[in-house]
C-alpha cells in the first residue's frame, strides 16, 4: 500500500481536530490512470477495493479523511450488528480478523486501533493506493459516463468505473445523480415513521417540563441556546432536517490509560443551560450508554434528553461546502467536550455525577494524532441516492420484499432526533427520535445504482437510495461493507461486459455473490 497525503495548517478553532482545509497543490498535478476509483477509505470503501483487487482489478482511492476505516476505526466499537448471522463475505471477515487479534473467532466491540490495523493490513496486502486529504472538486462526464475526477489539489483521476463509499455522497452529487436530503412526508412512499416524529417513549425532556427561555417563564427574553424557534410541522410532514450527529468517543476509567478530560478553549456555561434545568429535576440518565468493549474501554454514544448529540446542528451538512463542514465539525467538537466538562467540573453538578463523569477519560493509546478525540464525526445520514428502487419502512417490516437482494439489514429503524422545540404547553422537547425494530429485509440491487437516464458507472453502495427512516436502519458499518462488496462485484461484471452500472445481469451477479459469502436472504 502507498499512502499519499497533501498536508493541512493546524486547525484554528481545536488544536487537535480537523476536518478540511485548502490542501497544498500537487506540483506536478498528477493524472492517474486505473480501472476503478474509490471515494472514501472507510470501511466499506476498504473493502470494495480488496474485494476489486482479488479479481484482478486495478484500483485507488481518493480520501477525503487522513484516516482509514470512517466509523469503524472512528469510535463506533460497540457494533450495531442487529442479526449477525445475515452479516457475510469481506464484512463478516473484518470481524474475524478483529477477534484474531483477541484470540477469539470473531469481535463485534473491538478497539478503534485495532479496526484501523486491520484495515491498513488489508490495503497493504493487496497493494492498494490511498490518496489522503483529496476532496472531489469536479467531474468531467461524457454524456452519462464519468471519465475523470478532479480534485481540490489538482490530482485528476481516470477511470472505467467509479464507487462513492463516502458519508456523504460528493462524488454521485457532482456527478449529477439524482439525490435527496432530509425526512420524506410518510406520504411519498407509504410510511408511517417518516417526517415529522414526537414521541412520547422517546422525548425525553417532556417528561421533566423544563422552560425554554433564558429567563424562565419570560419568553421575550428569548430561547435558550439548542432550542429552534421555527413552528413543528405536522406529524408525518417531510422537511429537510438531518438527524443529529456526535463523535462515537473511545473513552476509560482506567487511570494508567486514562487522558483526563479537558476545557475546550470555547467553553460557555450559559450554552449548557438545558443541562443546568434538567440536573434540578429527577433525570439520572446521564450515564447511558457507555457501552463496556475491550480492554477496560467503553464506546460512548448518545443517550437521553441532553447529551453528546448536538441536535440541530447537522442540516447543512449535507450539501455544504468542505470549508463550511469545517466549522460544523468544529461546532460539534465544541459542544461534546464543553458537555462533558460541564458534567465533570461545574459546582452546580451533583458530586455523584461530576465525580464519576470526571473518573472518565479519552485513551492514551487510542486516537493519538487527534488527541484522545476520534478523527470521524458520525455522519448518520447526510445524501441519499434517489434510484428507481428505494428502500422504504415497507421493506423494513418484511410488508414488501426485494427479489434483487445483494445482502441484508437487520438493525432497528434507527433516527435520532433532529430539532427541540417548544410545545403547545410551553416547554421543551425533541423531535425526531424514533427506533422501531424490523425483519431481517433484502437489499435490491438498484438501491446502490443511479435510476435509468443518470450516470451508468458509479456505485453508491453508502449514501444509498433508501427513505429517511429506511436509511436509519440500513446504515450501519457491517451492512455498508457488505453492500460496499457487491458493489465491486458487480462492478468486473460491468467491466467484463462492457454494460452499464444499471443493466448489470442480476441472474450473473446472484451466483457470484453468493460464492464470495454474501447473505442474500433472512436466517
Same mark, same amino acid.
Given at each position: 500500500?502507498?499512502?499519499?497525503?497533501?498536508?493541512?495548517?493546524?486547525?484554528?478553532?481545536?488544536?487537535?481536530?480537523?476536518?478540511?482545509?485548502?490542501?497544498?497543490?500537487?506540483?506536478?498535478?498528477?493524472?492517474?490512470?486505473?480501472?476503478?476509483?474509490?471515494?472514501?477509505?472507510?470501511?466499506?470503501?476498504?473493502?470494495? =477495493?480488496?474485494?476489486?483487487? &482479488?479479481?484482478?482489478?486495478?484500483?485507488?482511492?481518493?480520501?477525503?479523511?487522513?484516516?482509514?476505516?470512517?466509523?469503524?476505526?472512528?469510535?463506533?466499537?460497540?457494533?450495531?450488528?442487529?442479526?449477525?448471522?445475515?452479516?457475510?463475505?469481506?464484512?463478516?471477515?473484518?470481524?474475524?480478523?478483529?477477534?484474531?487479534?483477541?484470540? &477469539?473467532?470473531?469481535?463485534?466491540?473491538?478497539?478503534?486501533?485495532?479496526?484501523?490495523?486491520?484495515?491498513?493490513?488489508?490495503?497493504?496486502?493487496?497493494?492498494?493506493?490511498?490518496?489522503?486529504?483529496?476532496?472531489?472538486?469536479?467531474?468531467?462526464?461524457?454524456?452519462?459516463?464519468?471519465?475523470?475526477?478532479?480534485?481540490?489539489?489538482?490530482?485528476?483521476?481516470?477511470?472505467? =468505473?467509479?464507487?462513492?463509499?463516502?458519508?456523504?455522497?460528493?462524488?454521485?452529487?457532482?456527478?449529477?445523480?439524482?439525490?435527496?436530503?432530509?425526512?420524506?412526508?410518510?406520504?411519498?412512499?407509504?410510511?408511517?415513521?417518516?417526517?415529522?416524529?414526537?414521541?412520547?417513549?422517546?422525548?425525553? $425532556?417532556?417528561?421533566?417540563?423544563?422552560?425554554?427561555?433564558?429567563?424562565?417563564?419570560? *419568553?421575550?427574553?428569548?430561547?435558550? *441556546?439548542?432550542?429552534?424557534?421555527?413552528?413543528?410541522?405536522?406529524?408525518?410532514?417531510?422537511?429537510?432536517?438531518?438527524?443529529?450527529?456526535?463523535?462515537?468517543?473511545?473513552?476509560?476509567?482506567?487511570?494508567?490509560?486514562?487522558?483526563?478530560?479537558?476545557? *475546550?478553549?470555547?467553553?460557555?456555561?450559559?450554552?449548557? =443551560?438545558?443541562?443546568?434545568?434538567?440536573? &434540578?429535576?429527577?433525570?439520572?440518565? %446521564?450515564?447511558?450508554?457507555?457501552?463496556?468493549?475491550?480492554?477496560? &474501554?467503553?464506546?460512548?454514544?448518545?443517550?437521553?434528553?441532553?447529551?453528546?448529540?448536538?441536535?440541530?446542528?447537522?442540516? /447543512? %451538512?449535507?450539501?455544504?461546502?468542505?470549508?463550511?463542514?469545517?466549522?460544523?465539525?468544529?461546532?460539534?467538537?465544541?459542544?461534546?467536550?464543553?458537555?462533558? %466538562?460541564? #458534567?465533570?467540573?461545574?459546582?452546580?453538578?451533583?458530586?455523584?455525577?461530576? #465525580?464519576?463523569?470526571?473518573?472518565?477519560?479519552?485513551?492514551?493509546?487510542?486516537?493519538?494524532?487527534?488527541?484522545?478525540?476520534?478523527?470521524?464525526?458520525?455522519?448518520?445520514?447526510?445524501?441519499?441516492?434517489?434510484?428507481?428502487?428505494? $428502500?422504504?419502512?415497507?421493506?423494513?417490516?418484511?410488508? /414488501?420484499?426485494?427479489?434483487?437482494?445483494?445482502?441484508?439489514?437487520?438493525?432497528?429503524?434507527?433516527?435520532?432526533?433532529?430539532?427541540?422545540?417548544?410545545?403547545?404547553?410551553?416547554?421543551?422537547?425533541?423531535?425526531?427520535?424514533?427506533?422501531?425494530?424490523?425483519?431481517?429485509?433484502?437489499?435490491?440491487?438498484?438501491?446502490?445504482?443511479?435510476?435509468?437516464?443518470?450516470?451508468?458507472?458509479?456505485?453508491?453502495?453508502?449514501?444509498?437510495?433508501?427513505?429517511?427512516?429506511?436509511?436509519?436502519?440500513?446504515?450501519?458499518?457491517?451492512?455498508?461493507?457488505? $453492500?460496499?462488496?457487491?458493489?465491486?462485484?458487480?462492478?468486473?461484471?460491468?467491466?467484463?461486459?462492457?454494460? *452499464?452500472?444499471?443493466?448489470?445481469?442480476?441472474?450473473?451477479?446472484?451466483?457470484?455473490?453468493?460464492?464470495?459469502?454474501?447473505? #442474500?436472504?433472512?436466517?
Amino acid at each position: 500500500m502507498r499512502i499519499v497525503t497533501t498536508q493541512f495548517p493546524e486547525p484554528e478553532i481545536h488544536p487537535n481536530l480537523y476536518y478540511y482545509r485548502t490542501p497544498t497543490p500537487f506540483p506536478s498535478r498528477p493524472v492517474i490512470t486505473t480501472d476503478v476509483c474509490i471515494y472514501g477509505a472507510t470501511a466499506a470503501g476498504v473493502v470494495a =477495493a480488496i474485494a476489486l483487487r &482479488k479479481r484482478g482489478r486495478s484500483v485507488v482511492i481518493i480520501n477525503p479523511s487522513r484516516f482509514v476505516g470512517g466509523m469503524t476505526s472512528g469510535g463506533l466499537s460497540y457494533t450495531d450488528t442487529g442479526v449477525q448471522a445475515v452479516i457475510g463475505g469481506l464484512s463478516r471477515e473484518f470481524y474475524r480478523e478483529c477477534g484474531s487479534h483477541y484470540g &477469539k473467532s470473531e469481535e463485534f466491540k473491538f478497539e478503534p486501533h485495532v479496526a484501523e490495523r486491520v484495515l491498513l493490513e488489508w490495503l497493504v496486502e493487496h497493494q492498494v493506493t490511498v490518496y489522503h486529504a483529496q476532496f472531489v472538486d469536479k467531474v468531467e462526464m461524457k454524456g452519462q459516463v464519468i471519465k475523470r475526477v478532479i480534485c481540490t489539489s489538482g490530482m485528476t483521476v481516470d477511470a472505467k =468505473a467509479f464507487i462513492d463509499c463516502s458519508y456523504e455522497g460528493d462524488l454521485m452529487a457532482r456527478a449529477g445523480v439524482k439525490y435527496t436530503v432530509g425526512r420524506e412526508s410518510n406520504s411519498v412512499y407509504n410510511e408511517t415513521i417518516n417526517g415529522v416524529q414526537v414521541r412520547d417513549k422517546h422525548q425525553f $425532556l417532556s417528561n421533566y417540563k423544563i422552560d425554554p427561555y433564558i429567563v424562565e417563564g419570560n *419568553p421575550a427574553s428569548g430561547l435558550l *441556546p439548542g432550542i429552534d424557534p421555527a413552528p413543528l410541522g405536522a406529524t408525518g410532514s417531510g422537511d429537510s432536517r438531518v438527524q443529529a450527529y456526535n463523535f462515537r468517543m473511545c473513552m476509560t476509567q482506567f487511570a494508567p490509560n486514562r487522558r483526563p478530560i479537558k476545557k *475546550p478553549v470555547s467553553y460557555n456555561k450559559a450554552d449548557y =443551560a438545558l443541562v443546568t434545568r434538567l440536573l &434540578k429535576t429527577n433525570y439520572n440518565e %446521564w450515564f447511558g450508554k457507555f457501552d463496556p468493549i475491550v480492554m477496560n &474501554k467503553v464506546d460512548h454514544n448518545n443517550h437521553g434528553a441532553v447529551s453528546t448529540d448536538f441536535i440541530g446542528g447537522s442540516d /447543512r %451538512w449535507p450539501d455544504a461546502t468542505y470549508a463550511e463542514r469545517e466549522v460544523i465539525f468544529q461546532r460539534h467538537v465544541a459542544w461534546q467536550a464543553g458537555w462533558y %466538562w460541564y #458534567l465533570a467540573t461545574e459546582g452546580d453538578v451533583p458530586d455523584q455525577i461530576s #465525580l464519576r463523569m470526571s473518573g472518565y477519560g479519552m485513551c492514551l493509546d487510542e486516537f493519538p494524532r487527534t488527541g484522545g478525540w476520534s478523527h470521524q464525526l458520525y455522519v448518520r445520514e447526510a445524501r441519499r441516492m434517489v434510484s428507481d428502487a428505494v $428502500l422504504t419502512e415497507r421493506e423494513c417490516r418484511g410488508t /414488501r420484499v426485494f427479489r434483487d437482494s445483494i445482502g441484508m439489514g437487520s438493525y432497528n429503524m434507527d433516527s435520532h432526533n433532529c430539532r427541540r422545540f417548544v410545545d403547545a404547553s410551553g416547554f421543551v422537547r425533541n423531535e425526531g427520535d424514533v427506533q422501531v425494530g424490523v425483519k431481517p429485509y433484502p437489499v435490491s440491487y438498484r438501491c446502490i445504482v443511479p435510476r435509468t437516464g443518470y450516470c451508468t458507472n458509479i456505485w453508491v453502495p453508502v449514501a444509498l437510495s433508501a427513505s429517511h427512516i429506511a436509511f436509519g436502519s440500513v446504515r450501519m458499518e457491517p451492512v455498508f461493507m457488505v $453492500l460496499a462488496e457487491s458493489a465491486a462485484i458487480a462492478v468486473d461484471i460491468a467491466l467484463d461486459k462492457g454494460t *452499464p452500472a444499471q443493466a448489470v445481469s442480476y441472474s450473473a451477479l446472484r451466483p457470484r455473490l453468493a460464492a464470495a459469502g454474501q447473505v #442474500l436472504q433472512g436466517p
